[in-house]
């Protein structure tokens, strides 16, 4: 390994996310990472290989959904990551060999698209993670099962080179099959894992791509060891000096976060992962919206970061008192039923100078516990400026009244920031719409992951759950109103 990685360790909770269609070389570099950097080694394909492989022995069809997450529940399946292939284990029995033959390869993505077994699988597949950290090698790995991943690489090879070395991987198990079969069952399953509903494969906007059609195995180790260590090191938090954040506050936001400081320590606000804005660059903000006091909750949880402006409803600027607090801060009035390029302008502007926008990329306010879905303009955002957005999470805004909510925890959350590390890889396969949604998309899992984590420490209470229920009628109303030229 060279200079980069020589030597480097990473965290023990590192959570490496490996995707990438068949035969592109990810259990290889997955299992010498995890090697490299003393992490899990967990192929979760081989957990949907080993469901199919149980489905043909017992005659189960491919088509019973209910039937085959039956199967799965009560079977003990264990993986034993040893030494040259996962070794694979039903019930006790080792399938490890059955697993991998033709017939598995052509019923896998059968058995992988149904939703109710990918949740099954998914929710084992975090649990791996729970323990110590991983690298997980996989389709839906950093889209998915860990939105938040601490690295995400998306391996990629050309479709001859994918068949080339997996006719090889055959014959040497001793599978006598043609190079044209094995391309034309490549090719087949490549277009199933794509174009399933369900988490089809695709490539992660902040992984980091890499096509080793003409990387030696050492190059490519090399490479994405070293892809690795970068990400990690551009992702640690680098905390700025005070004297390099207030030296820009101008009068007006000292006079806000004068205000915004003690309301938010008076109903009890905890900051989690403040860190992870702490970085001397323009971002984006990206925050869920359940309630009127997100927007001065994360202006004071902002204190001492200098400038923002917020995107909000044009809608907001035409009465007093909220005129008069929006206009005060620059805020960007934007059009929410048209694409309004004026807004965006004006935003991408501002995060050019290095500043910060706020943006509620859910497009209005949300129901408690039912976050998204995210709309296409915060990745358009993305992708015009290339800036990276932070994700931010609220909880318990709606009934942050002091005195009215014991239970709720009044809590903003900040997340490591997305980079678009993916986009010229992206912009070779989708049109902009296409990557806006993939954007949206992983939003959508990271406030999912974010919730998860919060109801982790405290579940959702009674109150949460009331406060969503009187606001689900109204909002979805308003959402058809608001929205309905949107086709999203
Ligand atoms: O080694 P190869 O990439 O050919 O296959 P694998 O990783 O063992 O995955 C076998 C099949 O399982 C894939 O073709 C997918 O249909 C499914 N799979 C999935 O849907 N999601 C994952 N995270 C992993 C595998």
Known sequence: MNRV??????????????DGPAGSGKSTTARALAERFD?????????YRALTWAALDRGQSFADEAGLLAMFTAADLQLDPARRETRVFWDGKDISDQVRTPAIEANVSAVAAHPAIRAAMVERQRSFARRRGVVMEGRDIGSVVFPLASAK???DASLAARAERRLNQHRRRGNETEFETVLAEVEARDNRDSSRAESPLSIPPDAVVIDNSRLSLDEQLERTAEAVITVLDEQRPRSLTAASLSSRVTIRYKFAYAV?????????????GREHVEFDEGKILAANHVSNLDPPMLAASLEGMGHFRAVAKEELFRFWPSRMI???????????????????????????EGQNVVFFP??????????????????????RTEAPAVPVFFRGTTVAVPGSSPNTPLEVTFAPPVRL??????????????ISRLIAQLFDQIYLELQAR?????????????????????VLRKEAKTFRREKS
């Open 5 to 18: 990685v020589e030597d480097r360790t990473v965290p023990p909770h590192t959570v490496i996310a490996i």
């Open 39 to 47: 992490l899990l080694y967990v192929d979760s394909g081989a957990m």
């Open 153 to 155: 690489i998306y391996l």
């Open 260 to 272: 915004f400081g003690p309301l938010s320590r008076i109903l009890g606000l905890t900051i989690h």
């Open 326 to 352: 929006f206009k005060l801060l620059h805020s960007i009035p934007i059009k929410r039923s048209i694409f309004d390029a004026d807004a965006f302008d004006t935003a991408a502007e501002y995060l050019a």
């Open 362 to 383: 859910e497009g209005m306010r949300r129901v408690v516990g039912e976050p998204g879905p995210v709309r296409n303009g915060l990745g358009q955002l993305m992708m």
């Open 421 to 434: 590390r993916a986009l010229a890889a992206l912009r070779n396969r989708l049109d902009d719409r296409g």
């Open 454 to 474: 919060s109801f982790a420490r405290t579940p959702m209470t009674t109150e949460e759950r009331e406060s969503a229920d009187r606001a689900r009628p109204k």
